[in-house]
T-cell receptor, first 112, second 109 residues
Framework: DGGITQSPKYLFRKEGQNVTLSCEQN?????MYWYRQDPGQGLRLIYY???????QKGDIAEGYSVSREKKESFPLTVTSAQKNPTAFYLC???????????FGDGTRLSIL | RKEVEQDPGPFNVPEGATVAFNCTYS??????FFWYRQDCRKEPKLLMS???SGNEDGRFTAQLNRASQYISLLIRDSKLSDSATYLC??????????FGGGTRLMVKP
């Protein structure tokens, strides 16, 4: 089935550690996005990529990094510079233009 | 980027009721709007896309009011299973979505 797969579902980070969240899609979508959601809040854009080998910062990029080496994959690294990483991380993709974004089932990140 | 605002609720309604909530936006140039449903601790799922004045899908109707810059979602004959948070998203020319904070709906028996 076509879709967006995020892994792992739950992740724990130790102090000073970098962790990488995986996002893979087989929908042949050009655009991919990473959002952060805190409890009871809306979605905030971290990074986005509209084409392979290109990505742009969103509203809250500090402490995060991404890569887009393949169309299907858009991993997010939460670096040790992100001092408050505990949140629900959502990856999305779309065909671009005015088309809606479709979401993966998310990764919950907590600090140990 | 421009703002999108929603009443966080919760909207508490009895089963069978009709409920409506609004989403106001500030980017008047936007041509696309979306309503997503998000269950507790789950990902948002697309409920409806709106590209013109509105859209209807069964019990759900979205209406766009460009003059007043808001989009509404109307749910008729509410079911217990409609209980969720409803997120409004506004698209821009760069294929970016700006989301509101969501409106929580609780349908009671």
């Amino acid at each position: 089935d076509g879709g967006i797969t995020q892994s792992p579902k739950y992740l724990f980070r130790k102090e000073g550690q970098n962790v990488t969240l995986s996002c893979e899609q087989n929908l042949n979508h050009d655009a991919m996005y990473w959002y952060r959601q805190d409890p009871g809040q809306g979605l905030r854009l971290i990074y986005y990529s509209q084409i392979v080998n290109d990505f742009q910062k969103g509203d809250i990029a500090e402490g995060y990094s991404v890569s887009r080496e393949k169309k299907e994959s858009f991993p997010l690294t939460v670096t040790s510079a992100q001092k408050n990483p505990t949140a629900f991380y959502l990856c999305a993709s779309s065909t671009g233009g005015d088309q809606p974004q479709h979401f993966g089932d998310g990764t919950r990140l907590s600090i140990l | 980027r421009k703002e999108v605002e929603q009443d966080p609720g919760p909207f508490n309604v009895p089963e069978g009721a009709t409920v409506a909530f609004n989403c106001t936006y500030s980017n008047s140039a936007s041509q696309s709007f979306f309503w997503y449903r998000q269950d507790c601790r789950k990902e948002p799922k697309l409920l409806m896309s709106v590209y013109s004045s509105g859209n209807e899908d069964g019990r759900f109707t979205a209406q766009l009011n460009r003059a007043s810059q808001y989009i509404s979602l109307l749910i008729r004959d509410s079911k217990l299973s409609d209980s969720a948070t409803y997120l409004c998203g506004q698209g821009d020319a760069g294929n970016m979505l700006t989301f509101g904070g969501g409106t929580r709906l609780m349908v009671k028996p």
